[in-house]
């Protein structure tokens, strides 16, 4: 049996300690663009696009129909999966990354310039609606690429920890929307934020792009890319190649290659065990980082500030928290980590909403800063290493998008939305930690019969199960 199915024609290029950081400069660029871009959006959509886009209904109903509007970014970005993995998969890992950072910044650039509801009536929303499609259509592949590049970049023996990096990406990000809109809802009157004011955040992003495309440009190729037994000349075979090539070289072996097994592996138990671990992380986030904070603002009236700054405070708080959940997962392995925060997330769930419904500002800021350390960031770094060994390298970057944009469209997008509507029918906050301990109990689940895949080597065809 042999694994070797063609000579290689190219030579694989060494990396160096320089290349890495320029990949990890890059990931942390893309990913910070992305969910700034996201957290711009669900955080205008809080606090302002309610006013802007949909003035005349309540404003309980406006709120619903700006969470659904948020929420069409992650359908749209489910197909940008699909198609980008399948490219990433296929071509490699870096021309992907330059095109979905381009039509992330475009598209958010451009929501700073739409017309609103009072200048072009019913057209407002649906420019915004059609922006938002392109947006996550390009975001579908971007932390994924972002991750799978950084993971088969990284050593075995500090993988969790360059991985987490990724997420520090997303806490920049995070962070950078924060504190703009901080910044503006301080600064500004209610009349300048809803006139010109919200559009400043989006249009910074652009400077942004710039820099992440300049970066982009001289990227290396994942090493773990170029040694897959089944690239040649910079392009993964098919499955007819590979079986054509591999009876060529060997007759009587074909048909039993390892490379032939892994592509006839049974495929859906990894996905499945990963998408269970994405939705605890996915579901969290859409709660705590989007529906809390225009739950203080329109339900429980908390000034506007409060929420912002909470999730303000709780990103700086996550620089300390995610190398150091990395670190922790190379010290002792995925598994454990996973099964440790899960159950304290769903512990904390109903203390977080008895501190957030309490109208003190400074225990409210504690509840949502723990609750998003604890319950987001921290799975969010355990994620980003587990996905990528999760999954063989022919298929990694397609199967690890998918999970995380699947699991993002059941969690992350219909969350806000259906935490709206019961919180609107209901009038208590129970419904809202009863998702949160829902939604880690199914990846602490998932987490206790799922493998160990601490260090597994990542050049391998096959999944993990």
């Known amino acids: 049996m042999t694994e070797s199915i063609a000579p290689p024609t190219t030579q694989v290029e060494s990396r160096n300690t320089r290349d890495l950081a320029k990949v990890a400069v890059s990931g942390w660029l893309g990913t910070a663009m992305e969910f700034m871009d996201f957290q711009l959006y669900s955080l205008a959509a809080a606090i302002v696009f309610n006013k802007i886009f949909f003035p005349d209904v309540s404003p309980v109903i406006g709120l619903i129909a700006a969470m659904a509007t948020y929420g069409v970014g992650y359908v749209a970005r489910l197909?940008?999966?699909?198609?980008?993995g399948r490219m990433g998969d296929r071509i490699g890992r870096k021309k992907v990354l330059y095109i979905t950072i381009a039509l992330m910044g475009a598209s958010t650039t451009l929501i700073g310039v739409l017309p609103t509801y009072a200048m072009v009536g019913i057209w407002a929303p649906i420019l915004l609606v059609a922006l938002r499609l392109v947006q996550g259509f390009g975001a579908g592949a971007e932390i994924a690429g972002a991750t799978v590049m950084l993971a088969e970049f990284a050593s075995a023996r500090r993988r969790g920890l360059i991985s987490s990096l990724v997420c520090l990406g997303t806490n920049s990000g995070t962070l950078a929307a924060s504190a703009l809109w901080v910044i503006l809802v301080s600064s500004l009157s209610q009349e300048q934020l809803l006139s010109w004011g919200w559009r400043i955040p989006f249009l910074a992003s652009f400077v942004i792009m710039l820099f992440a495309l300049w970066i982009r440009r001289s990227l290396k190729e994942s090493p773990v890319f170029e040694q897959r037994a089944d690239v040649v000349d910079g392009v993964a075979l098919s499955k007819d190649e590979v079986a054509k090539r591999s009876a060529a070289a060997a007759p009587e072996l074909a048909g039993t290659s390892t490379i032939e097994a892994a592509?006839?592996?049974?495929?859906?138990?990894?996905?499945l065990i990963a998408l269970g671990l994405r939705f605890g992380q996915a579901g969290n986030s859409g709660l705590v980082q989007t529906f809390l904070v225009g739950y203080l603002a329109t339900v429980l009236l908390t000034d506007k500030g409060v929420g912002t700054n909470a999730i303000l405070?709780?990103?700086?708080?996550g620089f300390v928290t995610i190398p150091l959940v990395g670190l922790?997962?190379?010290?002792?392995?995925?598994r454990p980590l996973y099964l440790t925060l899960s159950a304290l997330t769903a512990v904390y769930a109903i203390p977080m909403m008895l501190m957030i419904t309490s109208g003190n500002p400074a225990v409210i800021t504690i509840a949502m800063v723990i609750g998003l350390n604890l319950g987001v960031l921290s799975l969010f770094s355990m994620e980003s290493v587990t996905m990528a060994e999760f999954f063989g390298a022919r298929t990694r970057f397609t199967q690890l998008a998918l999970a995380k944009e699947i699991g993002g469209i059941l969690a992350t997008a219909i969350g806000p939305l259906l935490a709206a509507t019961l919180t609107a029918v209901t009038g208590h906050w129970w419904p809202l930690a009863a998702m949160l301990i829902g939604y880690s109990l199914i990846t602490l689940i998932s987490a206790a019969v799922g493998p160990e895949v601490r260090g597994r080597d990542l050049v391998r065809l096959e999944d993990a199960v």
């Open 263 to 271: 592509l006839h592996q049974r495929k859906g138990k990894s996905f």
């Open 313 to 317: 405070y709780g990103s700086l708080v």
């Open 79 to 84: 197909f940008g999966a699909i198609y980008f």
């Open 328 to 334: 922790l997962g190379d010290r002792f392995g995925r």
